[in-house]
């Protein structure tokens, strides 16, 4: 016999199945019903038209190239915001056409390193050596984007949609940075000297950022097609809340010749509430 205090363990075995059942069964009610039965009529989300916003990280990387500073980059990428506000209503059963207009950053940085004969300033005057750098290439894109697409529910918890994304730059900038990966240098005579940038021309001795560009040739307009995935819990009787992943496909170039395109990766979190 058990201690009074102690359930059997085949006993706590079926209660955890029972409430690993019991979460699976509620869950799988929230994701893919339509809500408790006392608020059945107002449960399906294509009958109203809705407002809401998306907010979340947009993972950009580029295809092509861009020149900035003394180098050509190939394999820039970036972290990034985008935030929007969202307008959508039904077309028909379980179609909705959506609106969405906002703000996204898409910034990119690439960086290559080279070996190069440098003058390193010592007591005595200058000496040359060759120094290894880190070559950096930061563009830093702002748009003012908008958004329609159209939209599936197979089901009431899931959609997927399609659509295009205009995006209009509000600024953009080139910045190129250059490290010294080489921080010591040993002369013929067996002196080790320090490499390093004089205080006159950076203010960190091993890393100088050169003034920023502001290119010339910029795309206007970007027009780029979208394609995305999402799920929508209800919250309440009008408020929803979800995730929703999202492809940028590059089509137009940000910036030509040579030519720069930014493909994106979106993870967002919208909430949508219904005007009824």
Same mark, same amino acid.
């Given at each position: 016999?058990?201690?009074?205090?102690?359930?059997?363990?085949?006993?706590?075995?079926?209660?955890?199945?029972?409430?690993?059942?019991?979460?699976?069964?509620?869950?799988?009610?929230?994701?893919?019903?339509?809500?408790?039965?006392?608020?059945?009529?107002?449960?399906?989300?294509?009958?109203?038209?809705?407002?809401?916003?998306?907010?979340?990280?947009?993972?950009?990387?580029?295809?092509?190239?861009?020149?900035?500073?003394?180098?050509?980059?190939?394999?820039?990428?970036?972290?990034?915001?985008?935030?929007?506000?969202?307008?959508?209503?039904?077309?028909?059963?379980?179609?909705?056409? !959506?609106?969405?207009?906002?703000?996204?950053?898409?910034?990119?940085?690439?960086?290559?390193?080279?070996?190069?004969?440098?003058?390193?300033?010592?007591?005595?005057?200058?000496?040359?050596?060759?120094?290894?750098?880190?070559?950096?290439?930061?563009?830093?894109?702002?748009?003012?984007?908008?958004?329609?697409?159209?939209?599936?529910?197979?089901?009431?918890?899931?959609?997927?949609?399609?659509?295009?994304?205009?995006?209009?730059?509000?600024?953009?900038?080139?910045?190129?940075?250059?490290?010294?990966?080489?921080?010591?240098?040993?002369?013929?005579?067996?002196?080790?000297? !320090?490499?390093?940038?004089?205080?006159?021309?950076?203010?960190?001795?091993?890393?100088?950022?050169?003034?920023?560009?502001?290119?010339?040739?910029?795309?206007?307009?970007?027009?780029?097609?979208?394609?995305?995935?999402?799920?929508?819990?209800?919250?309440?009787?009008?408020?929803?809340?979800?995730?929703?992943?999202?492809?940028?496909?590059?089509?137009?170039?940000?910036?030509?010749?040579? !030519?720069?395109?930014?493909?994106?990766?979106?993870?967002?979190?919208?909430?949508?509430?219904?005007?009824?």
């Amino acid at each position: 016999m058990p201690p009074e205090n102690q359930l059997p363990c085949d006993d706590m075995i079926q209660r955890y199945r029972i409430l690993l059942l019991t979460t699976f069964c509620g869950t799988l009610l929230v994701l893919t019903g339509p809500g408790c039965a006392h608020h059945d009529p107002l449960s399906p989300i294509f009958n109203y038209q809705r407002v809401g916003v998306e907010i979340g990280a947009d993972f950009t990387s580029q295809e092509g190239s861009y020149m900035v500073g003394c180098g050509t980059f190939t394999e820039g990428a970036g972290t990034n915001l985008i935030a929007g506000a969202v307008y959508d209503k039904p077309v028909e059963n379980i179609f909705r056409i !959506e609106l969405m207009g906002g703000f996204r950053t898409r910034h990119i940085s690439g960086n290559y390193t080279t070996t190069e004969p440098s003058f390193i300033q010592t007591a005595d005057g200058f000496v040359e050596a060759d120094l290894t750098y880190d070559n950096i290439g930061d563009a830093r894109f702002l748009y003012l984007f908008g958004q329609p697409s159209f939209k599936f529910y197979p089901v009431k918890a899931l959609y997927v949609g399609a659509g295009v994304n205009l995006g209009f730059p509000l600024s953009v900038e080139m910045i190129y940075t250059k490290d010294i990966l080489t921080k010591a240098v040993t002369l013929e005579s067996g002196e080790i000297i !320090e490499a390093f940038y004089p205080s006159g021309e950076a203010s960190d001795p091993h890393s100088k950022v050169f003034p920023s560009l502001d290119p010339d040739n910029v795309s206007p307009l970007l027009i780029d097609p979208v394609i995305y995935l999402g799920a929508e819990i209800r919250l309440n009787r009008r408020m929803y809340l979800g995730p929703r992943l999202t492809y940028t496909l590059p089509v137009m170039g940000a910036i030509s010749d040579p !030519e720069l395109k930014l493909t994106s990766l979106q993870g967002t979190i919208g909430i949508r509430y219904d005007l009824r």
